[in-house]
């Protein structure tokens, strides 16, 4: 285990704590409430991505409450605490974190001709997602050398 001090597993915790952070605050209380999410500005509504882009969306939200953000937070915790799990959770939360923002950049550009898809706010999704990608890869590769 790598010891906290260490540089690299604050390349994992300060980002990761933020990312954590959003999630909890903007994005899981849309798979509750998705018009919560509308009201943030958070998610997108039916008039700007049709029925099946909030369905798409109310997914992520749903499965980032009852799966990702858990995982995260907990793979986070391990590593300050210096568990021996954390490299198998913080791993497998960083895969999802390169995985997701790329199903959904791939989604929103196949999307983009469908009829009555029109997101107001695409930009914003090319420039934050692809940082988020990159974010879990650093943290992978991370991982993967420093031990």
């Known amino acids: ?3 906290i001090s260490e540089f690299s597993v604050w390349i994992i915790q300060l980002p990761g704590w933020m990312l954590f952070s959003y999630l909890l605050i903007a994005q899981c209380p849309s798979a509750i409430s998705y018009s919560l999410g509308i009201r943030m500005g958070t ?3 039916a008039e700007s991505v049709t029925e099946v882009g909030v369905a798409f969306f109310k997914g992520f939200a749903g499965a ?3 799966f990702y953000t858990p995982l995260l937070g907990i793979g986070l915790i391990g590593q ?7 490299d198998l959770i913080l791993g ?5 974190t390169v995985y997701w923002p790329i199903t ?3 989604s929103v550009r196949a999307a983009r001709e469908a009829p009555g898809w029109c ?5 914003q999704y090319w420039i934050v997602l692809p ?3 990159l974010w879990g890869f650093i943290g992978l590769f991370v991982l993967l050398f420093s031990n």
Do not use: S
């Open 92 to 96: 497998a939360a960083l895969g999802i």
């Open 104 to 106: 959904c950049l791939w």
């Open 131 to 133: 940082m988020i990608a």
């Open 64 to 66: 980032d409450l009852m």
């Open 1 to 3: 285990m790598v010891p």
């Open 80 to 86: 300050l605490i210096e568990a021996t799990w954390t």
């Open 43 to 45: 998610q997108e509504p």
């Open 119 to 123: 997101l107001p706010k695409e930009k």
